[in-house]
């Protein structure tokens, strides 16, 4: 369970506190951050819970959302993502996920340019505050609204672009398992040094909502044992992060959904 990561947003009902008992009980040795989670106390006193507790924090998600018809809001974006940024610096975060956004008034490709100029003036930030940003391609029915970036090719492009240690992908199995060029941009990924984070789950068959019912591994269509395989051979050696949204899992109790969790990851990894 050593590469065992869990995103706050799998345990949804939990708050922060609740969060860090449990998975420190349970031997889960570290967990994503969303920034819901800490919206109450702030960075502040949620970096000083999360260090006390002795958790490793692999993320904070999420920022991103660049494209916007309108100009104005497209700069009111970039200011939330440095806010963001020095939110995740407070918290002890090394790496902020980007969802990057779209929008369907304009062309993919217009949304595309407005999320490198995005990425562009957010990135001296970052830098500055020493972290990471993770840009994380979404499956393309997320094509309209949530990221007109939707094949680890294009992130890997966009990533590429800048040539920066302060900027690299996040492979998400939910997002990338239907892609016959996964394997191969899965390698040219790590050989560029832009592999930075990886998001486990699996896809509910017949699956009911496209946002909200992701399933345990294991229990759906997506390999997530061979994808996993493929991005250690890439050279990833960081966590493997468990991000499951789902309304049933949320609905259901915490304490089971956790110890099924660990058990899913272990039935996954243990032998591998
Ligand atoms: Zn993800």
């Given at each position: 369970?050593?590469?065992?990561?869990?995103h706050s947003i799998t345990n949804k009902p939990w708050r922060?506190?609740t969060l860090?008992?449990?998975?420190?009980?349970?031997?889960?040795?570290?967990?994503?951050?969303w920034?819901d989670a800490?919206?109450?106390?702030?960075?502040?006193?949620?970096?000083?819970?999360?260090?006390?507790?002795?958790?490793?924090?692999?993320?904070?998600?999420?920022?991103?959302?660049?494209?916007?018809?309108?100009?104005?809001?497209?700069?009111?974006?970039?200011?939330?993502?440095?806010?963001?940024?020095?939110?995740?610096?407070?918290?002890?975060?090394?790496?902020?996920?980007?969802?990057?956004?779209?929008?369907?008034?304009?062309?993919?490709?217009?949304?595309?340019?407005?999320?490198?100029?995005?990425?562009?003036?957010?990135?001296?930030?970052?830098?500055?505050?020493?972290?990471?940003?993770?840009?994380?391609?979404?499956?393309?029915?997320?094509?309209?609204?949530?990221?007109?970036?939707?094949?680890?090719?294009?992130?890997?492009?966009?990533?590429?672009?800048?040539?920066?240690?302060?900027?690299?992908?996040?492979?998400?199995?939910?997002?990338?398992?239907?892609?016959?060029?996964?394997?191969?941009?899965?390698?040219?990924?790590?050989?560029?040094?832009?592999?930075?984070?990886?998001?486990?789950?699996?896809?509910?068959?017949?699956?009911?909502?496209?946002?909200l019912?992701?399933?345990?591994?294991?229990?759906?269509?997506?390999?997530?044992?061979?994808?996993?395989?493929?991005?250690?051979?890439?050279?990833?050696?960081?966590?493997?992060?468990?991000?499951i949204f789902s309304n049933?899992y949320w609905n259901?109790?915490q304490?089971?959904f956790?110890?099924?969790?660990?058990?899913?990851?272990?039935?996954?990894?243990?032998?591998?």
């Open positions: 369970m050593d590469r065992l990561c869990i922060l506190d860090i008992d449990k998975y420190s009980v349970s031997g889960v040795p570290a967990l994503t951050v920034e800490i919206k109450d106390m702030g960075a502040k006193k949620a970096g000083d819970m999360l260090a006390k507790s002795g958790l490793d924090i692999v993320s904070y998600a999420r920022g991103g959302f660049f494209p916007d018809l309108n100009k104005a809001k497209r700069e009111e974006n970039i200011d939330k993502n440095k806010r963001m940024l020095e939110d995740a610096s407070i918290l002890g975060a090394p790496l902020m996920v980007l969802v990057c956004g779209a929008d369907p008034g304009q062309s993919l490709q217009q949304s595309r340019d407005q999320i490198r100029s995005g990425i562009e003036a957010i990135l001296p930030t970052a830098a500055d505050v020493g972290v990471k940003l993770a840009i994380e391609p979404l499956h393309p029915m997320y094509a309209d609204t949530r990221s007109a970036i939707n094949t680890l090719s294009i992130a890997n492009d966009m990533a590429e672009y800048f040539h920066s240690e302060w900027i690299g992908v996040a492979i998400d199995v939910y997002h990338l398992w239907w892609d016959p060029q996964l394997k191969e941009q899965i390698q040219r990924c790590g050989k560029s040094g832009n592999l930075l984070a990886f998001h486990i789950c699996d896809w509910n068959v017949p699956t009911e909502d496209l946002l019912d992701r399933e345990l591994m294991g229990r759906g269509c997506i390999p997530v044992k061979e994808i996993s395989r493929w991005v250690d051979e890439a050279g990833f050696k960081g966590f493997r992060e468990v991000e049933r259901s109790d304490d089971i956790l110890r099924d969790i660990i058990a899913a990851y272990n039935e996954i990894y243990d032998k591998s």
